[in-house]
């Protein structure tokens, strides 16, 4: 084994503060040198923190002094988008809303109920904090539209920002609100860009703090656009408990920390039926769990299948909102719960 490899072997016994996953492994160790008998590390963090940079010093040093080494010596960078300037401004092209946090819901596999939890999940915030916000990232599929019963078509502001449809006590962007049932866009790569940015840009999310958006499903453009357009602070994977769903979780999950956005978990929906007292496993419960565990990222928590949830949800009365007291909307939010823990 050489140097290097005994040096990153150390290291990968070191969390990242606030996470059980190692900082080799949240791919922030950028270099390890060597100077005359001096290790040099290069890390780089998502972004400026002091306090992060000296947690994960000290857990450095205790490591290396674990194995009776000289303590290395350290250079953090700070992690830059495309567009971002040095000293880590941003460029004048992307003017950002004041939104504090960006919570993006995503999933390997299409149809696992992605926007079924963003919905219900927005509503669920909703009831616990103020300044909700949803954004329908799917321009291919958006789904708010029916989810919540709107049909109306956005006013725009003096200065031709779109507002927002409030409903739910959540301000609402979607493509669909845009274009009729009917219409179709195809949309070419830079497109999507266009698109996504301009969701962000061009409406009026003033009062909004927290932003819950609902991608398409996969790993492609609008992702990669919505990441490069905005700080997120987290993403959440939606799962359905089948071994097919569960392989795409690992793309999720690695593009995220491609990309510096921190998991915060998995949810697993349709884990089963409840038929009385009886508990009825589908699909085959717990995989979202397991796999969560085997990633080392939090299992946020199962949603049963429910035919309330797909008649809420064709209706434009999400179950949260139509009946919070049900065991299922109470699944919702205590996953809203562990997620605003989290963050
Ligand atoms: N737990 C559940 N119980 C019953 N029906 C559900 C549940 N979750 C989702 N559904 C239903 O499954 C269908 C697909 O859900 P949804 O549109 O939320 O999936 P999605 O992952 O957003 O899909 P897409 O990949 O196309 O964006 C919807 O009809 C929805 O009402
Ligand atoms: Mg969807």
């Not at 150390?10 to 950028?30: A, H, M, Q, W, Y």
């Not at 590390?41 to 940079?53: M, N, R, S, Y």
């Not at 990669?224 to 793309?251: E, H, M, N, W």
Request: charge should be negative; charged fraction near 25%; include cysteine.
């Amino acid at each position: 084994m050489s140097d290097k490899d005994k040096i990153l072997n150390l290291l990968k016994e070191v969390n990242f503060p606030g996470f059980t996953r190692d900082i080799v492994s949240f791919g922030i160790v950028k270099n390890i040198d060597f100077k005359d008998k001096k290790v040099l590390l290069g890390i780089e963090l998502p972004k400026e923190d002091q306090e992060v940079a000296k947690k994960i010093a000290v857990g450095i040093n205790n490591a290396f002094s674990r194995e009776g080494l000289e303590l290395p010596e350290y250079e953090f960078t700070v992690f830059k988008k495309k567009g971002e300037t040095a000293n880590g401004t941003e460029t004048p092209n992307v003017k950002l809303p004041n939104i504090s946090k960006y919570l993006a819901v995503a999933s390997g596999k299409g149809g696992v109920g992605k926007s079924t939890v963003a919905v219900n999940l927005a509503i669920a915030f909703a009831e616990k904090m103020k300044n909700i916000g949803l954004m329908d990232a799917d321009i291919w599929g958006p789904s708010i539209p029916m989810m919540c019963g709107i049909n109306t078509k956005p006013m725009a502001t003096k200065d031709e920002k779109i507002i927002p449809i409030e409903k739910f006590n959540i301000k609402m962007m979607s493509i669909g609100f845009l274009l009729g049932e009917e219409d179709t866009v195809i949309w070419r790569g830079p497109m999507v860009h266009g698109a996504i940015k301009q969701f962000i840009e061009d409406v009026e999310w003033e009062g909004v703090d927290n932003l819950i958006i609902d991608l398409p499903p996969g790993t492609g453009d609008a992702h990669l656009s919505l990441i490069q357009t905005v700080p997120l602070s987290g993403g959440v994977i939606v799962t359905t408990p089948q071994d097919v769903a569960l392989i795409d979780v690992k793309r999720g999950i690695q593009m995220f920390k491609k990309l510096n956005v921190p998991v915060l978990g998995i949810i697993e929906n349709m884990s089963y039926l409840q038929d009385g007292d009886k508990i009825i496993d589908i699909f085959g419960r717990g995989g979202g769990k397991a796999i969560a565990d085997k990633f080392e990222v939090p299992f946020l928590g199962e949603i049963p299948i429910d035919p309330e949830i797909r008649k809420g949800g064709d209706s434009g009365q999400p179950i949260v909102y139509s009946n919070p007291e049900s065991e299922t909307s109470q699944a919702f939010s205590k996953i809203a719960e562990r997620i605003i823990e989290n963050i």
